[in-house]
């Protein structure tokens, strides 16, 4: 059968934790670089084709449409911070990884993944503007509003905007670790889209934070125009986002499914439930 137990999908994340943990500097930046391509690219194709719509309609458009980043993230096997976030906190709970190792994962990938989203941007940014002659069209605008809304509110909310980030990157990162999970519940390219689809949508269409997604909206909505510096960027989203996505993954996917589990023995995952027998036939 297509779909994977959970004893098995627990192995399997044994499996990935080692072997992000041994990628080498040069396959985590380069594959983290293409997951944050392709993340810029399904970002503003979500934002191109909700724009204008009605706000309820706008989310659930956006939603639909946006995981196709993530299921040829998944699909490829690309490094992606935000999954990795739960994935080797998972292998250091389970004694297979090292929390130095796991560090330079996060470190290395993070970078690509910024070097990524940042080149698709500054590409965009150009197509959209013929080369910096014309304004930026609708898309432009649509992301223009949308950095300058996960800025400038939070600074104007101080503390109370800092917090509210870091809940959104909590929340958000909930959701895309258990989409990078349950991408490991199929053997099938259709049953891994299909499992990916169903928490992505979510994050996406409450507005949640999520971090490299955010390394595409800034520097882009920047280099348009927006009334934003790095600094504002940095310290009111990228920082509380990004801490935010480390505990929504750390936390709340990787290591609750390692306690979950952790007293239950594979076998015993793996075996079905036992029927009780009719009560005619009990003693």
Known sequence: MDYTTPARLLEELDTAAKKKAGLSVRSMLLTGFLSGALLAFATAFSFRVSNELPEALTALVSGLVFPVGFAMIVL???????????????????????????????TWVYC???????????LLAVALTESFMQPPGLLGARIIKVAESKTVFYEHAGAHGWVTALVKGVLCNWMVTLGSILGLSSSSSTGKIASIWLPISIFFALALEHSVVNMFIMPTAMILGAQISVSEWLFWNQLPVTLGNILGGAVLTGLLLHYAQSGTSAAALQRPAKVAPPESELP
Not at 112 to 122: K, L, R
Request: glycine share 20%; proline share 2%.
């Open 76 to 106: 490829l096997g690309t490094e992606l911070a935000t999954g990795n976030f739960a994935v080797l906190p998972f292998g250091v709970a389970r004694g297979k990884v090292t929390v130095g190792k796991t560090l330079r994962n996060w």
């Open 112 to 122: 690509g993944n910024f070097f990524g989203s940042v080149f698709v941007g500054a």
